[in-house]
């Protein structure tokens, strides 16, 4: 590939409204996207860019300069007037190369910037423009802070260039009560696809299995990506807490604050409310609730026609059209991997990312490697049980942590100090009632 390494500045595209272009005229969206895709890949090139990968009706470009790869998007959309609305994204970060390919934090980053841009627009982060603020003074506007799908802390967007555009496509731009992560979100590309795909075609989708699998991290980071379909937002409804059967309509009309009128019921209250919004409920924590939780998810589909609901059990609901996805456990290194497979594969990244946590120097190492890797296979690649070793480390060595896993309940007891109860230890992970 000859891409630049180490830290990089990259360049996504995007073409707006494919897809509605491609049905309504494909031998004239054929034609644009071929000019589309000379135009941007001239102006990456004579900037020293170097095209990496095109997806879809887009291209993703690296640069070893910052304001070589601002100057090509604004030479790329200088081209395009005209041809079609493309929106870019530029983010610049550590990132590693694999087999011709770029992979990493920065990259997914740099992805996710590029979706909540609009036709004609270049955004980048505060990391690019720390850059390039000296060789573009009047070419930067700072948008704010904003949420970007990934669910993680707020970030800075600056607009590279000129021109006024509407609100940035981010998850402050919708109604919902999706909460803040303050942890990075780790693996799971196909059972997103898989969930975002499913809530495409059926109105119920319950993300099923064992508990301290993720299904929680899961069905928000759906949420998130799916939210853009949803005029009327995304809302989590939290049954956890919830232990009385004829109270799940109560913690669904306190999402809402729906209250119903005199002689009306609650659940009448609720399908008034939520009849014509297009909306995506999240219902959380079911198994312990199942028949209660069903009996409302079925009335409320019956009644409103666009609302979908994903939720999340140790088994299903046994509802008229309901899709049940299970969530699997992460991918674990094998016994004989080499430490280099040993670091790629997901729940390892999980716990490294989580270890770095709480001792920011730790690494996968040709020392450690195997250490690690019978971690996350001693505990079965589960997302909660690799957390609470990972928060270990700064007492144990990987080696050490291994060996006293024989006494997983006692070695991951404990945890941060504010997570939920059920999550605090491995044993409650695995015999409690509300477990996600």
């Known amino acids: 590939m000859g891409g630049p390494a180490g830290t990089v500045t990259f360049l996504f595209t995007d073409v707006e409204g494919s897809t509605r272009q491609w049905q309504?005229?494909?031998?004239?969206?054929?034609?644009?996207?071929?000019?589309?895709?000379?135009?941007?890949?001239?102006?990456?090139?004579?900037?020293?860019?170097?095209?990496?990968?095109?997806?879809?009706?887009?291209?993703?470009?690296?640069?070893a300069n910052a304001s070589d790869a601002v100057r090509a998007a604004l030479d790329a959309q200088e081209a395009l007037a005209?041809?079609?609305?493309?929106?870019?994204?530029?983010?610049?970060?550590?990132?590693?190369?694999?087999?011709?390919?770029?992979?990493?934090?920065?990259?997914?980053?740099?992805?996710?910037?590029?979706?909540?841009?609009?036709?004609?627009?270049?955004?980048?982060?505060?990391?690019t423009a720390s850059l390039v603020r000296d060789a573009f003074p009047a070419s930067l506007a700072d948008l704010g802070?904003?949420?970007?799908?990934?669910?993680?802390?707020?970030?800075?967007?600056?607009?590279?260039?000129?021109?006024?555009?509407?609100?940035?496509?981010?998850?402050?731009?919708?109604?919902?009560?999706?909460p803040l992560q303050l942890s990075s979100y780790i693996g799971r590309e196909k059972e997103l696809e898989r969930a975002a795909a499913a809530l495409a075609d059926?109105?119920?989708?319950?993300?099923?299995?064992?508990?301290?699998?993720?299904k929680t991290r899961l069905a928000l980071q759906v949420a998130a990506e799916v939210l853009p379909r949803f005029t009327d937002g995304a809302w989590l409804?939290?049954?956890?807490?919830?232990?009385?059967?004829?109270?799940?309509?109560?913690?669904?009309?306190?999402?809402?604050?729906?209250?119903?009128?005199?002689?009306?019921?609650?659940?009448?209250?609720?399908?008034e409310f939520l009849r014509g919004?297009?909306?995506?409920?999240?219902?959380?924590?079911?198994?312990?609730?199942?028949?209660?939780?069903?009996?409302?998810?079925?009335?409320?589909?019956?009644?409103?026609?666009?609302?979908?609901?994903?939720?999340?059990?140790?088994?299903?609901?046994?509802?008229?059209?309901?899709?049940?996805?299970?969530?699997p456990s992460l991918v674990s290194p094998k016994a004989d991997a080499s430490p280099e497979a040993v670091a790629e594969a997901a729940a390892v990244r999980l716990?490294?990312?989580?270890?770095?946590?709480?001792?920011a120097e730790f690494s996968v190492t040709g020392d450690n490697a195997a250490w690690v890797a019978q971690v996350c296979r001693r505990l079965d690649g589960v997302p909660l049980a690799i957390e609470l070793a990972a928060a270990r480390v700064q007492a144990m060595t990987p080696a050490e942590l291994a060996r006293r896993l024989e006494q997983r309940f006692e070695v991951l007891a404990g945890g941060k100090r504010g997570a939920v109860e059920r999550h605090q230890t491995l044993r409650a992970a695995s015999i409690g009632p509300t477990t996600s």
């Not at 949420?147 to 109604?175: I, K, M, N």
């Open 24 to 63: 309504e005229d494909e031998a004239a969206m054929r034609a644009a996207l071929a000019r589309h895709d000379k135009l941007v890949r001239a102006a990456i090139e004579d900037c020293g860019g170097v095209v990496f990968s095109t997806m879809g009706d887009g291209m993703a470009a690296a640069f």
């Open 82 to 127: 005209g041809v079609l609305p493309v929106r870019m994204g530029l983010h610049t970060g550590e990132a590693e190369v694999r087999d011709g390919d770029y992979f990493g934090t920065t990259v997914n980053r740099c992805a996710r910037l590029t979706a909540v841009a609009h036709g004609g627009q270049v955004v980048c982060s505060e990391a």
């Open 145 to 178: 802070e904003h949420r970007l799908r990934d669910l993680a802390r707020p970030v800075r967007v600056f607009q590279v260039g000129e021109g006024r555009f509407p609100a940035l496509r981010t998850l402050d731009a919708f109604p919902g009560n999706l």
């Open 202 to 214: 059926s109105r119920i989708v319950t993300l099923t299995g064992v508990g301290g699998v993720g």
């Open 237 to 271: 409804v939290e049954l956890a807490p919830v232990r009385d059967p004829e109270g799940v309509p109560d913690a669904v009309a306190a999402v809402f604050e729906v209250t119903p009128r005199s002689g009306q019921s609650l659940l009448q209250a609720l399908v």
């Open 277 to 327: 919004k297009q909306l995506l409920l999240v219902v959380d924590n079911c198994e312990h609730l199942l028949e209660p939780a069903a009996t409302l998810i079925e009335a409320l589909e019956r009644s409103c026609s666009h609302l979908a609901v994903l939720a999340t059990s140790r088994e299903g609901l046994g509802i008229d059209g309901e899709r049940m996805l299970a969530v």
């Open 351 to 359: 716990f490294v990312d989580r270890a770095q946590a709480v001792k």
